[in-house]
């Protein structure tokens, strides 16, 4: 059995990343889980969170909303509604999104048609600022 396997991250927008790495933890719609080389086969719900991976003695994070997981022996394939590196986060555009969707809160029932996508807005942007401050 190989110790990598390939991980792949695909937007609406682009294929974001396409690596061979040793082992990935994602957020699950049922809580994180972890993946190595030859894993069981599985297909899951992504929650917005915090992704990592690590090849080799590189690490890295990424955040990423809501999706699907396909796990294989050989392969994790990510295919999500959004996913940023650090880099690619603008912090105050975050903070800003947040906020609103915070305040969008206050007036919401979980019976209105907007309340489960403005939980996961703040979900996704709370994600975004631990990933450009650097936190897990």
Do not use: C, W
Request: no cysteine; proline share 4%.
């Amino acid at each position: 059995m190989a110790d990598t396997f390939r991980l792949e991250i695909v937007t609406p927008a682009k294929r974001l990343f396409s690596k061979e790495v040793t082992e990935v933890q994602a957020p699950g719609a049922m809580g994180e889980f972890g993946v190595l080389a030859g894993h069981t086969q599985f297909t899951t719900i992504l929650a917005p969170g915090v992704l990592t991976y690590k090849s080799g003695s590189e690490a890295g994070t990424l955040a990423v909303g809501k999706g699907y997981a396909e796990v294989n022996s050989e392969r994790t394939l990510l295919l999500v509604d959004v996913a940023e590196t650090a880099d690619e986060i603008d912090l105050d555009a975050a903070r800003s999104a947040l906020a609103e969707s915070e305040e969008a809160m206050q007036t919401l029932l979980p019976e209105d048609p907007q309340y489960m996508a403005t939980v996961d807005n703040i979900e996704l942007n709370m994600t975004r600022i631990r990933v450009k401050e650097g936190g897990r």
